[in-house]
């Protein structure tokens, strides 16, 4: 198994320009999330799906949107992007039905806004 | 004021060293517990996971949660310099899946 995966690990964008972090698993996990993560502050939830087809909020989703199409896959897009989201996002993956709490992380995407 | 609270240091300790990284947490509903080990430029990565109050072991590792305080631990004896990284606390509601961290404790072990 390849776990979760993450694509670009590093981009650069202009304010104003959009792009899609890509992000995927082949362990058959219904649960998906993308999280941010800046100095100082942790990881913060952005946004998440308990499956194909429904996707949630987290604590910050503004400035971005999600979809959920298969169980394998679960884009990040920046529609347009501000400096204020220049960070490392995360993606993660789970279980929803307590066989395994664990949640696996990517290794991550380092996006940097000018 | 943050759900949770960790120290992010930086924390810098001698080989050999016991160390222990603290968080506490203002929603007494959380239930489940876990400790995140993440190496630079890396994916934090489970290292310690717990639902009850009380202790686990797990090698040089102990976590311990004190839910009537509000208040988890994560021991570490023999310290080692691959053990240099952050450290993540995180919890979250039973059956919710949304993970709330800590800043994250920044950890150095010297040889």
């Known amino acids: 198994n390849a776990g979760v995966t993450q694509t670009p690990k590093f981009q650069v964008l202009k304010t104003g320009q959009s792009m899609t972090l890509q992000c995927a698993q082949d362990?058959?996990?219904?649960?998906m999330s993308w999280y941010r993560q800046d100095p100082g502050m942790g990881l913060r939830l952005i946004h998440y799906s308990v499956g194909a087809g429904i996707t949630d909020q987290g604590e910050v989703p503004n400035g971005y949107n999600v979809s959920r199409s298969t169980t394998e896959d679960f884009p990040l897009r920046l529609l347009s992007a501000a400096p204020s989201q220049t960070s490392v996002y995360f993606c993660a993956s789970s279980y929803t039905d307590f066989r395994d709490e664990t949640q696996y992380f990517g290794p991550g995407t380092r996006l940097l806004v000018l | 004021q943050k759900e949770v609270e960790q120290d992010p240091g930086p924390l810098s300790v001698p080989e050999g060293a016991i160390v222990s990284l603290n968080c506490t947490y203002s929603?007494?509903?959380?239930?489940?517990f876990m400790w995140y080990r993440q190496y630079s430029r890396k994916g934090p990565e489970l290292l310690m996971y717990t639902y009850s109050s009380g202790n686990k072991e797990d090698g040089r590792f102990t976590a311990q949660v004190d839910k009537s305080s509000k208040y988890i631990s994560l021991f570490i004896r023999d310290s080692q310099p691959s053990d240099s990284a952050t450290y993540l606390c995180?919890?979250?509601?039973?059956?919710?899946?949304?993970?709330?961290f800590g800043q994250g404790t920044r950890l150095t072990i010297n040889p």
């Open positions: 995180a919890m979250t509601l039973q059956g919710a899946q949304k993970l709330v």
């Open positions: 929603n007494s509903a959380f239930q489940y």
């Open positions: 362990m058959n996990h219904e649960y």
